[in-house]
């Protein structure tokens, strides 16, 4: 598993606000992590409503964020 700053480095330019980067960068590592460290794809293909997918993989996605968050 990469790094959530090894994933998003080279999808980010310039910041030109830090908190909308900072935003921005936190939204793109969580949307990486559902759908690399999850089986979030799955479930809707199973016929489970996006809302609720997203929200069984939840806790899994803010474990590895965490992870992240402490390098």
Not at 3 to 20: H, I, M, V, W
Not at 61 to 66: A, E, P, R, S, T
């Amino acid at each position: 598993m990469r790094s959530g700053a090894a994933r998003l480095t080279a999808s980010c330019g310039p910041p030109r606000d830090k908190a909308l980067t900072k935003q921005a960068l936190e939204l793109a590592g969580v949307a990486s992590i559902r759908h690399q460290d999850t089986d979030y794809d799955a479930l809707p293909m199973a016929g489970v409503p996006r809302d609720k997918a997203r929200e069984g993989v939840r806790e899994k996605v803010g474990g590895v964020l965490n992870l992240w968050r402490r390098g």
